[in-house]
């Protein structure tokens, strides 16, 4: 018998073998296992001798499967939710359900597992200290600019889920707004036959995948790098911005001065920032 919860059960990315015993052993154990598209998970069920019904959770029944496991989960059932791959709720359905189990007071236990996002980072060679995770671009040209426009000096590294039929528009889209030397890497149909993982800038990533169009299929992750500022002692004003900071210094405060120039120029508000304490640091040490 297992406590009784709502289960977050993650299962494999691609290979079968990338499963805990505990989510099989969990998978067995509950009364009822609400999956995304039932005919994909009932392979992971046959390979591991799991007999436990299985229903289906789609954007289509949600709202019905979300009251309905709430009944369960009253009536003192287990449930365990899982997807067609890797963690539940990432970039899967799931979220509503688990508000709901909290508000109710059931206790909702993770059962963790594959996940595509953390499989790459892990494998990328970037910074994971820190990192962010974005999810897919927008779809349509003009709002994906604008999502990566806004990322332009996030100084965490960047993972994005891609759509393959869209990684070449989104590798222009980032070249254009990260740069050509910002380094990514390409992890592409993680765990599986043509696995592959590509580190290298930008741009050489853009004519890597456009001279192999085999690249540009499957299921891919992008891995970015943060935007690194310049240190303090490589960077300059260009003679424009040197000209508005002079009228502004006397006449805002640098923080004001900073975000005027964010607008104005080229660099992130916390740059000029740093530029401008610097810059009165210095003034002050020479009187
Ligand atoms: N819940 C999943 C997870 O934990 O990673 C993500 C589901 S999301 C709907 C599907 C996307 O995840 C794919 O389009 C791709 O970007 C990424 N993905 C899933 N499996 C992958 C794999 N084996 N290799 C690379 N990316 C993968």
Known sequence: MVEHALYIVSTPIGNLADITFR?????????????????????????????????ACHAHNEHQMRAKVMQRLREGQSVALISDAGTPLINDPGYPLVVDAHAEGIAVIPVPGACAAIAALSAAGL??????????????EKARKARLAALQHEV???IFYEAPHRLVESLMTMVEQFGEMRLAVLARELTKRYETIRKASL?????????????????????????????????????QEQ????????????????????????????????????????????T
């Open 23 to 55: 989510a099989v052993d969990i998978l067995k154990s509950v009364s009822w296992v609400v999956a995304e598209d039932t005919r994909h998970s009932r392979t992971l069920f046959q390979h591991y001798g799991i007999t436990t019904p299985l229903s």
């Open 203 to 239: 741009q050489a990533l853009l004519s890597w995948v456009l001279a192999q169009p085999e690249q540009q299929k499957g299921e891919i992750v992008l891995v970015i790098s943060g935007y690194e500022p310049p240190s303090l002692d490589t960077l300059v004003l260009n003679h």
């Open 156 to 158: 965490r590294t960047l």
């Open 243 to 286: 000209s508005i900071l002079d009228v502004l210094i006397d006449e805002v405060s640098p923080q004001q001065a900073a975000r005027i120039l964010a607008k104005l120029g080229e660099r992130s508000k916390q740059e000029y920032y740093r530029f401008i304490l610097n810059r009165n640091a210095k003034e002050n040490k020479n």
């Open 127 to 140: 910074p994971v200290d820190r990192f962010c995770f974005e999810g897919f671009l927008p779809a349509k």
